[in-house]
């Protein structure tokens, strides 16, 4: 008997379209970090710094700098999830690109201040980020996924464009 198969989102494992998708989200979603530091760093009247982004001391509420770089992380997991919907696209991937961007990001922050990140306003703001991140990613590719597959024709017997 023949086996029936469609080629409607083929589930083929590609990993030269993984990394190269893991790669782009990275660097996007760190040139998009680094660019809304930069405006608040402006508005801050601070000096513009790597620490800003991989310090994990950088990262309180006791002044106004502290607070941007907190708002600054988490518009950029708002701006990672258009990156996922734009990049990825699919539903079931956006819990695995947040968790490798903020994975990665671990791994660097440990490697640049030579200590595992101690401070709970850093494990709470990088929680708090990918949860954000993953959830409204998945919410946007939901509603690509979901939407209405034109069949068959109109009402005037025209074939429809897809």
Known sequence: MKKLTGTFRNTQWDPYLLITQIVAMQALLYVSLGTIMYVMDFFAEANHTLDHIFEYHEIHVTDLGGRLVIVAFILNSLVGAGLLWFIVRRTKLCLDFSFTFHFTHLVICWWY???????????????VCTALMCVCSEFLCLKTELKEIPVGYTALNQKVDL
């Open 113 to 127: 201040n030579e200590a595992f990140p101690s401070t709970i306003g850093w494990w709470m703001l990088n929680a």
